[in-house]
């Protein structure tokens, strides 16, 4: 855990997270229980009520290089760096692998829709690029969305690198530029999910992992033609 200092104070108007949390939690008749004047009095609750935070308050943050790792359960402890040295937190002490059975995804590529669909990060943007797309630098790496094809199946379908493309599911669909590289494998489409102009989840399916219950936003089945 690491204190980060504020460098500069909100411009004009603009307030702080914790104070528009604490405002919004107000108006909704909880005053008593976000009268927070400060950051620091917000992370006190939290360290209160945290075993594995007990013993790092902001002062010793202000002290330590490099910051302290949790678990720390006193102001005297020095923190943890590395977990289960010895044993693992179970009763036994012993790790324990779980078996879990392959399942298909939910979609997979027929006729119809004959590739599938994968969504993740471009090195340069994070996210919604809410951030990173206010910054010229890394606008000039990356300016706008893109889907990575394979050089077979760019041959197949006659999409020349740069070419517009338009990738339907069914649920949707975008236009993209097309990068063709072999960084991806033949039947396999990658759209970065930080662009809403070519919004990659306006494609993604809607169905959840069985276990994790997590969103199946990394497989579907798609199709791509080049917009003539």
Not at 92 to 98: C, I, P, S, Y
């Amino acid at each position: 855990m690491q204190k980060i200092n504020k460098v500069v104070d909100p411009p004009g108007e603009a307030k702080p997270d914790w104070w528009i949390i604490c405002q919004l939690a107000e108006r909704m008749g909880y005053k008593d229980k976000f009268n927070f004047t400060s950051s620091g009095e917000i992370f006190e609750e939290i360290r209160s009520c945290v075993p594995q935070y007990k013993g790092i308050t902001y002062e010793r943050l202000r002290k330590t290089v490099g910051g302290i790792h949790w678990p720390c359960p006193s102001e005297d402890h020095p923190g943890t760096p590395t977990l289960f040295l010895e044993k693992f937190n179970t009763p036994d002490g012993l790790g324990h692998f779980q078996l879990v059975d392959f399942k298909p995804p939910a979609e997979l590529p027929d006729e119809e829709y004959p590739y599938v669909l994968t969504t993740g990060r471009s090195i340069f943007h994070y996210h919604a690029g809410t951030m990173t797309r206010r910054t010229p630098k890394l606008i000039d790496e990356v300016r706008r969305g893109f889907v990575e094809v394979n050089p077979e199946d760019a041959v197949k379908l006659g999409v020349k690198n740069n070419d517009v493309v338009t990738l339907e599911t069914r649920r949707g669909s975008i236009e993209a530029e097309a990068k063709v590289t072999d960084e991806v494998p033949p039947g396999l489409l990658f759209v970065p999910f930080h662009f809403p102009d070519s919004c990659a989840n306006v494609l993604t399916i809607l169905a959840l992992d069985p276990s994790a219950k997590c969103a199946e936003t990394k497989v579907c089945a798609v199709k791509m033609e080049v917009k003539r």
